[in-house]
């Protein structure tokens, strides 16, 4: 089944301590990103991946790093994590190609930092 | 810069009614346009899109969308509307261009309430 996955899909950390958010796809798409959900702001584009080893920043990137070392997976990575950055987290991926490729979703981590 | 507006935060209505769904957008170039719905603790998933060519797009589960390039709207419509699409609804929009960054942009989402 092609299918976009993402773990853990609930986690509560602390400040201050490092997390990582996997996502994987099994489509071989070659683009990826990840978007943030917040209530009356909608998804929010925090980083980008038109390729392995080609990532940029969306329009939300501080506080964030990500990596494409190979193409079926984008981890989110929060270094220092902050209450700021709780949120709803979505990773995403299409075939890139052009713009009217559909982006498929994954099922979100709902992050809780304290 | 392209932008999206979703009007209503919150459009409720009863079951087998029909529903209307504002979207306007903004750009100084052409677009492609996206209606994705979010179920509850779900990712978003693909309900229509327009590309090119006939205004009408008609899209999953009895959805159609119009776009209208003299008022930059792509309003989403179902003449009947049923309890299971209860659900947020967000507009998207893109612009051609190959090769390079893909910027869709999100609206800020409608929550689509329906009740018996």
């Known amino acids: 089944e092609a299918q976009v996955t993402q773990n853990p899909r609930y986690l509560i950390t602390v400040t201050g301590k490092k997390l990582t958010v996997t996502c994987s796809q099994n489509?071989?798409?070659?683009?990826m990103s990840w978007y943030r959900q917040d209530p009356g702001l909608g998804l929010r584009q925090i980083y980008y991946?038109?390729?392995?080893?080609?990532?940029d920043k969306g329009d939300v990137p501080e506080g964030y790093k990500v990596s494409r070392k190979e193409k079926r997976n984008f981890p989110l990575i929060l270094e220092s994590p902050s209450p700021n950055q709780t949120s709803l987290y979505f990773c995403a991926s299409s075939l890139g190609r052009t713009n009217n490729s559909p982006l498929h979703f994954g099922n979100g981590t709902r992050l809780t930092v304290t | 810069a392209q932008s999206v507006t979703q009007l209503d935060s919150q459009v409720p209505v009863f079951e087998e009614a029909p529903v209307e769904l504002r979207c306007n957008y903004s750009s100084s170039v052409s677009v492609y346009l996206f209606w994705y719905v979010q179920y509850p603790n779900q990712g978003l998933q693909l309900l229509l899109k327009?590309?090119?060519?006939?205004?009408l797009v008609k899209g999953i589960n009895g959805f159609e969308a119009e776009f209208n390039k003299s008022q930059t709207s792509f309003h989403l419509r179902k003449p009947s509307v049923h309890i299971s699409d209860t659900a947020e609804y967000f507009c998207a929009v893109n612009t051609p261009s190959t090769g390079t960054a893909s910027k869709l942009t999100f609206g800020t989402g409608t929550r689509l309430q329906v009740t018996l």
């Open positions: 489509m071989n798409h070659e683009y």
């Open positions: 327009y590309l090119s060519g006939s205004t």
């Open positions: 991946s038109m390729n392995v080893e080609v990532t």
